[in-house]
């Protein structure tokens, strides 16, 4: 019963800021780290941004250094990504998933749209 739920995507204007929101449940969050990947149409899915189980280390894709931050907050057993000065090449639905698996898989979330755009 692992669940991952994301929230938080829209519209966004080119420059505006959104942030997502990831609330997991099924196993003990604070032991695994947390994922935000992405899947532009076309393209091939990208991690974005990782987390460390404590917190403690974080790692981003180069397209999104210094605009995308992953942050997580395990008594609510949520996991973020606060995303600045977007751009229409953000554009993506957006995916969390946790490193916890029992067969060398983890587990998706459904996916939340952000688009950029005028």
């Known amino acids: 019963q692992v669940q991952l739920a994301e929230s938080g995507g829209g519209l966004v204007q080119p420059g505006g800021s959104l942030r997502l929101s990831c609330v997991a449940s099924?196993?003990?969050?604070?032991?695994?780290?947390m994922r935000w990947y992405r899947q532009a149409p076309g393209k091939e899915r990208e991690l974005v941004a990782r987390?460390?189980?404590?917190?403690?280390?974080?790692n981003y894709a180069d397209s999104v250094k210094g605009r995308f931050t992953i942050s997580r907050e395990n008594a609510k057993s949520s996991v973020y990504l606060q995303m600045n000065s977007l751009k229409p090449e953000d554009t993506a639905v957006y995916y969390c998933?946790?490193?916890?698996?029992?067969?060398?898989?983890?587990?998706w979330g459904q996916g939340t749209q952000v688009t950029v755009s005028s």
């Open positions: 987390i460390s189980g404590a917190g403690t280390i974080t």
């Open positions: 099924g196993f003990t969050f604070s032991r695994y780290g």
């Open positions: 998933y946790t490193e916890y698996s029992l067969t060398g898989a983890g587990y």
